[in-house]
C-alpha cells in the first residue's frame, strides 16, 4: 500500500518513518521486512498490544512543500469486537491540484480488505458538525465510497449506479465526482491548506 501512495502521490518520496507515542522513531522503507519490524517493535514498546492491539502511525519522509503524509492504523487484540481501522490523512497546499481520492482508496481497500471505507474532508466535516449537527458516530459517508463484498451484496443495485468492483470483490463507489465537490470544500477549509481522509474499518 506504502508505495501505491507514493506511485499516486508524487509529493511522496517512498521513504517512511515511525511516530511512536514513545521512544525513537525509525525510518522504513515500504516493503514487507521494513513493516514486520516497525510492527514488532511497536509490540515490544507496549505492554498491553497483545490484548488492545497494536498502534502503528507513519509519517511520509522529505514530502513537497506544503504537504503532509500521515497514516495511522490499530489491528490485533484479543476482545471479539475490538474496531480494526486505519486513517490515512493527507495535508496539501490550497493551489495543489484534486487528489486521486477514489484510487487511494482502492489502495486502501485492496491492501486492508476492510468491512467499509470513504474519503472525506476534515473543513467539510467540521462545517457538518457546525451548522448540521452531525456528531461523530452519526452514519455518513465521504465522495467516494467502500463497502466490502458481503455489504454490497446486501445494498439494491440501483443504489450502487457509480462503482466499480475491485480485486477484493468490494465495490468502489463514486458518490459526489470532484466537479461537484469542489466548490463546497473551497467555501470551507481554511485558506493555505487542505486536509482529507481516508478512514478503514475493519470488523
Known amino acids: 500500500m506504502l508505495d501505491r501512495f507514493a506511485r499516486l502521490l508524487p509529493q511522496v518520496t517512498g521513504t517512511w518513518r515511525t511516530a511512536p507515542a514513545s521512544g525513537p522513531a525509525g525510518v522504513l522503507q515500504p516493503d514487507e521486512p521494513s513493516l ?10 507496549d505492554d498491553w498490544s497483545a490484548a488492545n492491539g497494536t498502534s502503528l502511525r507513519l509519517l511520509a519522509e522529505n514530502t513537497a512543500p506544503g504537504w503532509k503524509v500521515e497514516i495511522a492504523a490499530l489491528a490485533g487484540g484479543t476482545p471479539e469486537y475490538l474496531l480494526q481501522s486505519l486513517v490515512a490523512t493527507i495535508v496539501s497546499p490550497d493551489e495543489a491540484s484534486d487528489l486521486p481520492d477514489a484510487e487511494l482508496l482502492a489502495a486502501v481497500a485492496e491492501s486492508w480488505v476492510p468491512d467499509y471505507g470513504d474519503v472525506s474532508d476534515r473543513a467539510v466535516t467540521s462545517a457538518l458538525k457546525k451548522e448540521a449537527g452531525f456528531r461523530i458516530g452519526t452514519p455518513s459517508v465521504g465522495w467516494v465510497g467502500y463497502l466490502s463484498a458481503g455489504r454490497a451484496a446486501r445494498a439494491p443495485a440501483a443504489s450502487l449506479p457509480d462503482s466499480r468492483t475491485l480485486p477484493t470483490g468490494g465495490a468502489l463507489l ?6 461537484t465537490r469542489r466548490p ?10 487542505r486536509a482529507r481522509w481516508t478512514r478503514c474499518p475493519t470488523p
Do not use: F, K
Open 184 to 193: 463546497w470544500s473551497r467555501r470551507t477549509r481554511p485558506s493555505g491548506t
Open 36 to 45: 514486520l519490524t516497525a510492527l514488532r517493535t511497536a509490540q515490544a514498546a
Open 174 to 179: 463514486t458518490i459526489a465526482p470532484p466537479e
